[in-house]
């Protein structure tokens, strides 16, 4: 098969860009399947060429995660909170995170249906996120998602993931405004809301609130919560009330609006260079991590352990040979190519 010349794949990736920042769906789905399938470990050109179709500085939105334990209404909420921000004429982009199931063309699948009355908007864009099995709940290439939602010029990227204890810590560090929802009937709303979710929240969501035990559900989280200062931006973090299925979300709406205004007078920046540091560590040890992979494995490796086991060399040296062979491999991986 004739292999397609750099240039001409670059020159279809700037025609890809310029229909995604025109709004053209399938463009916006081809560059986030571009973004989903290459490993940057591996081979970072493509995303490179991608990063490059871009005027400087990138766009950047406001970033909103909804994470909660199944059963809880989440989708039923996003769908609701769609409608409330393109009533406010925003452009809005969905990433819903599936930490077990890998959904195929970013089809919306299961309860998420309810937000399939949007994909006719133009304003709006939907896509589905396999987690496939990354710990923590949030696909590995879920930053870079965001990134990329951003600088097409939406206005708002909201970010659903189901929770499972670590995924509510991994979404907070990937947004702006983390929501945590709960719901009446499923045990006691503070134990369910364990494993550092207390500190992670900016709002926290009692949905289903026309169910019994709904009183009691907010009752918890408010007493719970009313021992706490507020945070180092003055934030006093929030219990609402909805019913998503009747798009009963006004009190959860001005709650984000509140929180985003907040981090708008200067709390924003501070959290945004967290999570961009986040992102970049990230990166760098995924690099790290492939390249350590590579030359711990293999004959050469093998027979530096024989050596060891041998009594002909020591540890320490042994750990000095990988280190420098991962070094060397590190370097040769960020190295451009040559050119003829």
Known sequence: MMEIPAAARGAALQRTVAAARTGDPRAIGRLLSLVENTDPVCDDAPLQALWSAFPRPLACGYVLGVTGAPGVGKSTLVAALIAAFRRDGMRVGVLAVD???????????GDRIRMHAHTTDPGVFLRSMAARGHLGGLAPATPMAIRLLEALGFDVVLVETVGVGQGEIA????????????????????????AGVLEIADIFVANKADHPGADQTVRELRQTLAVESSGPDGWRRPVVR???????????VDAVRRHRDRLAQGGGRDRRRRRAADDVRALVFRHYAGRLTEVM????????????????????????????????????????????
């Open 99 to 109: 930490p077990s199931s890998p959904f195929t063309g970013g089809a919306l699948l």
């Open 171 to 194: 979404v907070a560090r990937a947004v702006d405004t983390t929501l945590v929802v709960t719901a009446p009937g499923l045990g006691d709303a503070v134990q369910a809301a364990k």
């Open 242 to 252: 909805t019913v998503a299925t009747r798009g009963d979300i006004d009190e959860l």
């Open 297 to 340: 494995t293999g004959a050469e490796f093998d027979a530096l352990a024989d050596r060891v086991a041998a009594g002909e060399l020591d540890l320490l040296t042994a750990v000095r040979a990988v280190l420098a062979d991962t070094r060397a491999a590190v370097a040769r991986a960020v190295s451009p190519p040559a050119t003829s």
